[in-house]
């Protein structure tokens, strides 16, 4: 009951409406079913790959600042067990002299500081007064240590802790390693500092495309990408940072979404370790992906509109046929055979007008006896004309030409001969610039450039490996940019292969190339290798093409390039021909670079 019921309705609706019932639907949930499922997988797609890069630029950080804190951990475990600076140190000097004499005879701390290029500055305080402030070694009261940031901390503990100290010379935080150096025969102190350098960390870990912080504990930024950046707060995320890289969408400074990957890395197995977090910018991942989802929701509505668009204009012009062959019937069904409008086209419904009018002829006939018999030769005279008249203005039509040849195209490819179809895809190009720039006063210089890109295709399928071209444009030129007279280059090429290669058996170049010439002239010139021209023949040429005979009809490709350059552009412009005999033949083109199109073309 429910299907009767169901074709029953559809049936009170007229042919249009019932095409648009069960199209559309069909049509707008299928594409916006496949289509939001694209969108959105390439969304997420395009956010994994963003996350998984966010994620290996923290760990390459992470690698980076774990190796060079470990160094330093080597570093100072080495010197502080160093038995000659304890002894250095642990020493009660007479005087000055005999102290830096030591200091010079003890070379290590040296010769880590030059073979480290991440060491910023290496330095051994001492409460030893009779040790002087020299290279290396700062001799300071127990008073003046006391008032060190690392002071007290050197000495509740012996193991190495790290903190970010400003240097003398800049406000900048450094990452900075201290240890206490033991010295068990001595009541004095003494603390070892280690300075990590910032152009060290930034030459290794800078990547444009991201921008990198890092800090100790919740110290301020010791190290950032951007320089402003340094010494001041980093952001705080709402959840804790573990020693696994993680990546979400944050708020920065400014206010604007951004992607962090974020980690941290203890610097020791201690449980009071101090931790380097490190933090992976990626400003660039929020828009992109955002921009990738309105690009694909764009083409998305495009495709929907022109497919609603497409639907509704073929249901409207279904039935309007429909229509015209229901109201042909109903003329016919009242005797009014004068009505009746042939449908064009081949499918069922024109068809059916034919052989409807066939039927009416048939009766007409019948009816009119031997004087509509000569009425309707008459008429089927009036048609042949008509039909000979349409077949000859399709001659003449491009359009009527270039379906034609579309037609031998793809009957070509329906039988695997895509040479052929390749060719007459390229003939069709071909003729249908020629023909499309006819009485075109001008064109740009991208469109000359693809035209001849077809015509030079169209002679290598026909001199095979013989021709070979190649275009070389100067990048300050944008060819969309620049316009120019139509159809100038293609003749030069023509000439170029017709004559400069006509004896070239294999191996044959024609080269292209379009360069700015002083500041506002354009140079074209077509260079081949071929046999060249003699002097005396050459200066014949010459002036041939600047007599601009009429009735002389050589070399009348390269007359009408030169003679359109001077009538358009002036006499000081044209066209020039040089060649030596045996080498090669060039051919310039000379006239004003022009960047747009006048109001009058």
């Not at 990957?261 to 020791?268: D, N």
């Not at 039927?359 to 309707?376: A, D, P, R, V």
């Amino acid at each position: 009951m429910k299907i009767n019921f169901f074709k029953h309705s559809i049936n009170d609706f007229s042919i249009k409406h019932q095409l648009r019932l069960i199209i559309l639907p069909i049509l707008v949930s299928s594409v916006l079913i496949i289509g939001g499922y694209l969108v959105y997988d390439s969304t997420r797609q395009l956010n994994v790959n963003y996350h998984s890069l966010a994620t290996q630029d923290a760990q390459h950080t992470r690698s980076i600042i774990h190796d060079t804190c470990s160094n330093f951990k080597k570093y100072a475990d080495a010197l502080t067990n160093d038995s000659q600076l304890r002894s250095l140190l642990e020493e009660n000097y007479s005087d000055n002299e005999s102290a830096t004499q030591a200091i010079d005879n003890y070379q290590y701390l040296n010769n880590v500081y030059k073979q480290d290029t991440a060491i910023k500055s290496i330095l051994v305080y001492s409460d030893n007064t009779s040790l002087p402030n020299y290279q290396h070694f700062i001799s300071m009261t127990h008073d003046d240590m006391a008032k060190e940031a690392w002071y007290e901390k050197a000495s509740e503990q012996w193991s190495a802790f790290w903190l970010t100290i400003p240097d003398d010379d800049d406000d900048f935080q450094y990452l900075t390693i201290y240890q206490r150096v033991p010295m068990p025969l001595s009541d004095n102190m003494a603390v070892l500092e280690i300075k990590m350098d910032y152009n060290y960390l930034k030459n290794r870990i800078n990547n444009s495309n991201y921008l990198n912080q890092m800090f100790l504990n919740q110290d301020t930024i010791f190290y950032s990408d951007k320089f402003s950046e340094v010494s001041t707060k980093a952001i705080s995320i709402n959840e804790s940072v573990s020693t696994k890289v993680a990546a979400n969408y944050v708020h920065n400074n400014n206010n604007q979404t951004t992607l962090l990957a974020y980690t941290a890395l203890p610097l020791s197995n201690g449980t009071n370790s101090d931790t380097v977090y490190i933090y992976s910018f990626d400003t660039n991942a929020f828009s992109a992906i955002l921009e990738n989802g309105l690009r694909w929701s764009g083409i998305l509505i495009f495709i929907l509109s022109i497919s609603i668009i497409l639907t509704l204009y073929f249901s409207r012009f279904f039935s309007s046929r429909i229509q015209k062959l229901q109201e042909t019937v109903y003329r016919a069904s009242i005797e009014d055979y004068s009505f009746f409008n042939e449908i064009a086209g081949h499918d069922e419904i024109s068809t059916i007008s034919l052989n409807f009018h066939k039927i009416i002829n048939h009766i007409k006939k019948k009816e009119e006896e031997i004087y509509q018999s000569k009425i309707t030769e008459q008429e089927l005279l009036n048609q042949q004309q008509k039909m000979a008249f349409s077949i000859l203005a399709s001659q003449i039509n491009p359009h009527f030409l270039f379906n034609t040849l579309e037609t031998i195209r793809m009957t070509a490819l329906q039988h695997k001969d895509r040479d052929v179809a390749n060719a007459i895809r390229l003939l069709s190009k071909s003729m249908r610039y020629t023909l499309s720039n006819q009485g075109k006063r001008i064109t740009s210089l991208q469109e000359e450039l693809d035209a001849i890109q077809v015509y030079t295709q169209i002679q290598q399928l026909r001199f095979g490996e013989r021709v070979h071209y190649n275009c070389i444009i100067d990048p300050e030129l944008n060819p969309k940019e620049i316009y120019l007279l139509p159809l100038l280059i293609q003749p030069l090429i023509e000439n170029a292969i017709s004559h400069g290669l006509e004896s070239v058996a294999q191996n044959g170049f024609v080269t292209l190339a379009i360069s700015l010439q002083e500041p506002n002239t354009l140079c074209i010139s077509v260079s081949d290798n071929g046999v060249g021209i003699e002097p005396a023949k050459l200066a014949r040429i010459q002036e041939d093409i600047s007599k601009n005979d009429i009735e002389d009809t050589s070399h009348i490709g390269l007359k009408n390039v030169h003679n359109r350059i001077k009538q358009y552009y002036g006499d000081q412009y044209g066209l020039f021909i040089s060649s030596i005999k045996g080498q090669g033949t060039m051919i310039k083109l000379l006239f004003p670079l022009q960047r747009q199109v006048d109001d009058d073309n």
